[in-house]
Structure formats: structure tokens, C-alpha cells
């Protein structure tokens, strides 16, 4: 039994070691996050949207294959709540990737190989519900905005 309660493969749980410790370091930093106006605002109240670009490298430790999980991440510059600066952006879009990797790898150490392109989905999907509950209107997307440059980090090693 691991830490989870649940019976899990080494390489997996390593896995799930190094994105928490990622979480406590910095591992998905705030800087990972180089958001590029792509709508300007130009009216009163919510209008504008920003745009960042991140290509994750993971890694399976047992196989050594690898896959850049990409995705974009969408925010507003202003949502009914009020303006969106890039900083707070950032730091949101950090923080709820962390929360998202390792709700998605805490299941994942149940599978005893689990395929990395179906982990990826899973964490786009994952991620994009607590990153819209703390910025209304923001979006994880599948597919890069053409105007972000990719940010590439990590290589997450089970």
C-alpha cells in the first residue's frame, strides 16, 4: 500500500512524488505561463482575452517513451468580476495545473502503465474546471492560439 491507500507501480508513484514536490517547488511556475493579448479590449467592463501556449514533457520511466502534452489556456482581460492582470493570471493558471496533475496522477497510480496521450487528455479536461471556478470565462484549450509562442517545461520522469 502506498501513501494513496492504493496498491501502485514504482514508476508511476515516482511520478506522483515528483509533481507534488513540483507543487511545493515550483515545478508549473507562474513563468510557464506567457500570456499574448489575442482579443484587445475594447470596451467597458468584460471584453479582451489573453492567450499562453505549454508543451509538458512526460516521460515513462519504465519504457522511456515520452510525450509533449500541449495545451493553450485561455483567460480574460476583464470578466464580470473585474480586470485580469497577467501576474494574477499566471499564478492562477500554476496553481490549478498543479491541482489538476495530481488529481489526474492519483489516479493514474492505479493502471499499471497508463498511456501518457490518455493522461494528457485527462488533465486538460481536469484542469479546466478549477481554472474556470477561480477566473470566470477562462478555457484550457486543446489547440494553441496561433499568436502564443510555446512554453516548454519539465520532463516529469516516473
Known sequence: MNMLG????PHVLVL?????SGCVTGRIQPVHFQFVTVVEKALPGPDGWRAACVH????????GDFFFCK???EVPIENIDGPVSIPLAQRIAADCANE?????????????DPPLGILCEQFKTAYGVPLNAAIGGARVTRVCDKKTKPVIFGEFSP
Open 100 to 112: 489538476a496533475a495530481l488529481s489526474v496522477l492519483g489516479v493514474a497510480t492505479r493502471e499499471p
Open 56 to 63: 509538458a514533457k512526460i516521460r515513462n520511466g519504465t519504457t
Open 16 to 20: 506522483l512524488l515528483s509533481l507534488l
Open 6 to 9: 492504493q496498491s501502485a507501480r
Open 71 to 73: 495545451f493553450g489556456v
